[in-house]
Each structure stands twice: as structure tokens, then as C-alpha cells.
């Protein structure tokens, strides 16, 4: 039995539908489309047209009997209505979305909005920097070896929560932020973390054996806590500078093996034109001996064919 009560925006049973079907779905979501947008518009003080209006006083008007049959000739007529009036709302809110103004929204508290990605990244940096913080404290009590290295992955957090952060604070003022993207965000500050760690403990070792582009070190001043933030801030940084290494280490490898190449082939060229020298020597001594033997032979054309062949 459907209710004879008017549904109205904001109730959590706005309407209650006779048929589940996949019809009556669509139009319940293009209703809960529309509700968000009104009130993001209402919200941020944008002027809606005079036309709009007017739509939305005949929707409201026979929201509740489209619900009722979606196959009825109510529905039919008016459908288009619902979908020109969610058209101009779209155009009207733009950039943003029914989809990210709902995951924009601010929460009760203000710390936190309507998405779970952002919100455990925002949890996870603060947690980072309370550690970094009481590791830094313990630093010089007879716990600084665990301090120190617990230490690294903190600040890792820290600098990937920043970077995360600064990324979709635009995106959250504006209220387009997607939460398709969610899964993005949390592999980047998962990426971040390992990169800051990498960094943190390797990074001096890595730099020392680079050819600084300017042609001096980096390394002298900079200690891992820096390196570890870095790492977490920018994993690019982490994967050109292990890049750049493995070419380093490649090259090295490869000219050790392109000097012995070498050597290699310089020994068997001179292997074989002391070859080419003692045949043709051999030759010529042959030759040498066939003219004292044969008088007949003109001296001339011997003495020829032997400065062709020697040459």
C-alpha cells in the first residue's frame, strides 16, 4: 500500500515506491540528483533562473504520482520535465557534481567530509606528525636507536599526507572532488611512505654516487628525517634518483665489459696481421729463391710481384 503523505526533500522516505523496478530506481536517483544540487545552489548563494523555477514548482507538483506506475502516462509526459530540470541544474553547478558535491560535504565536526580516503589520510598524517614528534623527543634518551628509526616511516607519513592533502584541498573547496579517485589517493600516500623510507635510509648513499647536475653534493647537510619527508612528499623524486643510479650502476658494469671486449678484439687484429706479415714473408722468400734459380725470368717482373704482395 503506497502512503498518501507528500514527499518532501530533506525526509530520509522522501517517497515510497510500488514497484522496484529498474524504472522506478532511475527516477528515484535522478529525484535524489536534484535535491543535492537545490540545496548546493541554495547553499552557495548562486541565483537560479526564472525558468528553473518554474520547473521545479511542476515537478514538485506531481513527484510523488511519477513514482507510483512508471509506466503510467503521468510518467511519460512528465519525465522529460524532470530531465530538463536536472540538465540546467547540472549546467548551473558546474564544475561539480551531484556525485562530488555528496562527497564533498563537510561533516559535523568540520575536520572531515563525506569520503573515506581523505578522511583516513587526514588521520594518518596527523598520527605522522605526533610521531615525528615524540620520536624527535626520544632521540636522545637511551631508546634513540628505535627512535630514530621510527623516526623515518613517520615522516615519510608525514610529507605523503601533505602532498595528498595540499592535492584535493582545491578540489574540496570547490566541491568537484570525485571519489572515483579515492583508490589514487590512497596508493599514491602508500607510495609516498615507501618512497620516504627508501629515501630516508639510502638516499645520502644514492646522491654521493650521482653526478650532482651543477656539479657539487647535496648530501653534507641534509639528514635522513629531511630525506624520509622528501621521499613522502615526491615518490618521483625517489624513482628518478634510483633511475638515474641503476643507469650509473649499468653503465659502470657495461664499460668493465666493453674494455675487455675490446682488449679482445685488439689481440686477435694483431694475432692475426702477425699472420698476414709471415705468410706473405714466407712468400716472398719462395719467390726469391725461384729467381736465382731461374735466370730466364726477368729480374724486373719478380721484383714486381714481390712489392705487390708485400704491400
Same mark, same amino acid.
Given at each position: 500500500?503506497?502512503?498518501?503523505?507528500?514527499?518532501?526533500?530533506?525526509?530520509?522516505?522522501?517517497?515510497?515506491?510500488?514497484?522496484?523496478?529498474?524504472?522506478?530506481?532511475?527516477?528515484?536517483?535522478?529525484?535524489?540528483?536534484?535535491?543535492?544540487?537545490?540545496?548546493?545552489?541554495?547553499?552557495?548563494?548562486?541565483?537560479?533562473?526564472?525558468?528553473?523555477?518554474?520547473?521545479?514548482?511542476?515537478?514538485?507538483?506531481?513527484?510523488?504520482?511519477?513514482?507510483?506506475?512508471?509506466?503510467?502516462?503521468?510518467?511519460?509526459?512528465?519525465?522529460?520535465?524532470?530531465?530538463?530540470?536536472?540538465?540546467?541544474?547540472?549546467?548551473?553547478?558546474?564544475?561539480?557534481?551531484?556525485?562530488?558535491?555528496?562527497?564533498?560535504?563537510?561533516?559535523?565536526?568540520?575536520?572531515?567530509?563525506?569520503?573515506?580516503?581523505?578522511?583516513?589520510?587526514?588521520?594518518?598524517?596527523?598520527?605522522?606528525?605526533?610521531?615525528?614528534?615524540?620520536?624527535?623527543?626520544?632521540?636522545?634518551?637511551?631508546?634513540?636507536?628505535?627512535?630514530?628509526?621510527? @623516526?623515518?616511516? #613517520?615522516?615519510?607519513? /608525514?610529507? +605523503?599526507?601533505?602532498?595528498?592533502?595540499? *592535492?584535493?584541498? $582545491?578540489?574540496? =573547496?570547490?566541491?568537484?572532488?570525485?571519489?572515483?579517485?579515492?583508490?589514487?589517493?590512497?596508493?599514491?600516500?602508500?607510495?609516498?611512505?615507501?618512497?620516504?623510507?627508501?629515501?630516508?635510509?639510502?638516499?645520502?648513499?644514492?646522491?654521493?654516487?650521482?653526478?650532482?647536475?651543477?656539479?657539487?653534493?647535496?648530501?653534507?647537510?641534509?639528514?635522513?628525517?629531511?630525506?624520509?619527508?622528501?621521499?613522502?612528499?615526491?615518490?618521483?623524486?625517489?624513482?628518478?634518483? @634510483?633511475?638515474? #643510479?641503476?643507469?650509473? /650502476?649499468? +653503465?659502470?658494469?657495461?664499460?668493465?665489459? *666493453?674494455?675487455? $671486449?675490446?682488449? =679482445?678484439?685488439?689481440?686477435?687484429?694483431?694475432?692475426?696481421?702477425?699472420?698476414?706479415?709471415?705468410?706473405?714473408?714466407?712468400?716472398?722468400?719462395?719467390?726469391?729463391?725461384?729467381?736465382?734459380?731461374?735466370?730466364?725470368?726477368?729480374?724486373?717482373?719478380?721484383?714486381?710481384?714481390?712489392?705487390?704482395?708485400?704491400?
Amino acid at each position: 500500500m503506497v502512503s498518501n503523505k507528500p514527499p518532501h526533500a530533506g525526509d530520509d522516505k522522501k517517497y515510497e515506491i510500488l514497484d522496484k523496478g529498474k524504472g522506478q530506481e532511475n527516477i528515484k536517483k535522478i529525484f535524489d540528483d536534484i535535491d543535492v544540487m537545490e540545496n548546493f545552489v541554495t547553499d552557495s548563494g548562486r541565483v537560479m533562473p526564472v525558468s528553473l523555477i518554474g520547473k521545479f514548482a511542476r515537478i514538485k507538483c506531481f513527484r510523488r504520482d511519477l513514482l507510483l506506475d512508471v509506466a503510467s502516462e503521468i510518467c511519460e509526459d512528465n519525465y522529460s520535465e524532470i530531465l530538463s530540470v536536472h540538465r540546467d541544474l547540472s549546467l548551473l553547478v558546474a564544475p561539480a557534481t551531484p556525485a562530488t558535491i555528496t562527497a564533498s560535504k563537510r561533516l559535523k565536526f568540520g575536520l572531515f567530509i563525506n569520503t573515506a580516503a581523505i578522511n583516513l589520510i587526514i588521520i594518518s598524517t596527523i598520527v605522522s606528525m605526533i610521531g615525528v614528534v615524540v620520536s624527535c623527543a626520544y632521540m636522545s634518551t637511551a631508546n634513540s636507536i628505535w627512535a630514530k628509526h621510527a @623516526l623515518l616511516p #613517520f615522516a615519510a607519513g /608525514l610529507g +605523503a599526507g601533505f602532498y595528498a592533502l595540499y *592535492s584535493a584541498h $582545491t578540489y574540496i =573547496q570547490q566541491r568537484t572532488y570525485d571519489p572515483q579517485y579515492d583508490q589514487t589517493y590512497y596508493v599514491r600516500y602508500i607510495l609516498g611512505i615507501i618512497a620516504g623510507v627508501i629515501l630516508g635510509y639510502t638516499g645520502a648513499d644514492i646522491i654521493k654516487n650521482i653526478d650532482v647536475a651543477q656539479g657539487g653534493k647535496v648530501t653534507k647537510s641534509v639528514g635522513s628525517m629531511l630525506f624520509a619527508v622528501v621521499g613522502g612528499y615526491s615518490a618521483d623524486v625517489v624513482y628518478l634518483l @634510483l633511475q638515474r #643510479f641503476t643507469e650509473t /650502476l649499468k +653503465a659502470t658494469i657495461q664499460g668493465n665489459n *666493453s674494455s675487455k $671486449t675490446d682488449k =679482445q678484439m685488439q689481440d686477435v687484429k694483431n694475432k692475426a696481421a702477425n699472420e698476414v706479415s709471415r705468410t706473405k714473408n714466407d712468400i716472398a722468400s719462395q719467390l726469391q729463391a725461384a729467381i736465382n734459380r731461374n735466370g730466364g725470368i726477368k729480374k724486373e717482373d719478380i721484383e714486381k710481384t714481390l712489392n705487390d704482395l708485400l704491400s
